[in-house]
C-alpha cells in the first residue's frame, strides 16, 4: 500500500510562508497525478492545488497566486510552496492522489495568525 508522509507545517504570522513535503511510497509516482489537500476543524477536506504527471498545475481559487505545487519524480515527493499566507488558510495540509485513495497520510498542521 502507497504511504504518504507530509511535513513541513508550522506556525506563522500572516503573510508568512511555509513548504510543505509529502514523501510517497511505492512505484509508479512519476506517472501519477498528486493534489494537495487541506481541512479545517469543521469543514470538509478540500483540494487546494494538484499537479498532473506532465507538470501540468492546478489550484483552488482562494490560492491562486498564492501557492504553488511542484514535484520531483526523482524523489517521489510532492512540495507546496505557500507564501502569503493568510489565517484562512489555517487547517490540517494532506497529500494523495487525485483523483484522492482512500488511505490517507497523517496531514501536516498549518496554523497563520494574525
Known amino acids: 500500500q502507497v504511504q504518504l508522509v507530509e511535513s513541513g507545517g508550522g506556525s506563522v504570522q500572516t503573510g508568512g510562508s511555509l513548504r510543505l513535503s509529502c514523501a510517497v511510497s511505492g512505484s509508479g509516482f512519476s506517472i501519477t497525478s498528486m493534489a494537495w489537500y487541506r481541512q479545517a476543524p469543521g469543514h470538509q477536506r478540500d483540494m487546494v492545488a494538484r499537479i498532473y504527471s506532465s507538470g501540468q498545475t492546478l489550484y483552488a481559487d482562494s490560492v491562486k497566486g498564492r501557492f504553488n505545487v511542484d514535484r520531483d519524480n526523482a524523489k517521489n515527493t510532492v512540495y507546496l510552496q505557500m507564501n502569503s499566507l493568510r489565517p484562512e488558510d489555517t487547517a490540517v495540509y494532506y497529500c494523495?492522489?487525485?483523483?484522492?485513495?482512500?488511505?490517507w497520510g497523517q496531514g501536516t498542521q498549518v496554523i497563520v495568525s494574525s
Open positions: 494523495n492522489q487525485y483523483p484522492p485513495k482512500d488511505y
